[in-house]
């Protein structure tokens, strides 16, 4: 299976929706239970291309298996940091593609100015957090029902990781 990693493009706005959906409703790991509608996705992907945004997505023949994103916030005080979201669908899970995803995704934040990551991360979700510990994300704090999925309340971990301190 060969797998590529590129910078999202608007072609890739539908079949980045289908990954999204699929990740989001497993129900474990993101806010959203489900995408939001592809006219929504598709004008998100077009703001992150016009603005060159580190957006990055994982591409198996048509379909995107993956994807990674650091948008910088709007306001002009916290321009320098992003949130970051990302996720496999889970058939392409620890094959190696969500540690290219975040690389990639991490090296072009960096080139853009971007001085810091945020993100939470349900605390149970001890891949993600590996991985994110990988990469030099640090544990900056907790948060008691940070999110609830199929009704049940989970604590959710901030991370954050400060420029230069990518491997
Ligand atoms: C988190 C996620 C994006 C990682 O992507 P992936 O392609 O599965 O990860 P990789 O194969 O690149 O593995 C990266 C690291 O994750 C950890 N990892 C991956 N699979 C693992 C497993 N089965 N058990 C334990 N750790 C694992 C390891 O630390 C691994 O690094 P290593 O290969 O050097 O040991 C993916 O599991 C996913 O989409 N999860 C659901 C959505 C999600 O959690 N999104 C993040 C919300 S904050």
């Known amino acids: 299976m060969k797998i590529s990693i ?3 493009t608007e072609a890739h706005a539908k079949p980045f929706h289908a ?6 409703k497993e129900q474990k790991y993101l806010g959203q239970s489900a995408a939001p509608p592809i006219d929504k996705v598709a004008s ?5 291309v ?6 990055f997505v994982a591409i ?5 298996v993956g994807w990674c994103d650091a948008i910088p916030h709007w306001a ?3 321009k320098h940091r992003a949130g970051l979201g ?13 540690k290219q995803l975040l690389r990639a995704c991490l090296e072009k934040a960096m080139t853009k100015g971007i001085r810091r990551i945020d993100l939470e991360v349900r605390a149970d979700n001890e891949i993600a957090i590996a991985l994110y510990e990988k990469f030099g994300f640090a544990h900056e704090g ?12 989970y604590e959710a971990i901030q991370m954050g990781l400060v420029f230069p301190d990518v491997p």
């Open 19 to 24: 990954c999204l959906d699929s990740v989001a």
């Open 50 to 55: 016009q603005n060159d945004h580190p957006q």
């Open 76 to 78: 002009d005080a916290l």
């Open 60 to 64: 198996d023949g048509e379909r995107v």
């Open 44 to 48: 998100f992907v077009r703001e992150n």
């Open 142 to 153: 907790r948060k008691s029902l940070g999110l609830c999925h199929k009704g049940i309340y």
């Open 6 to 8: 590129m910078s999202i």
């Open 86 to 98: 990302m996720g496999v669908i889970s058939d392409y899970r620890g094959q190696g593609i969500g």
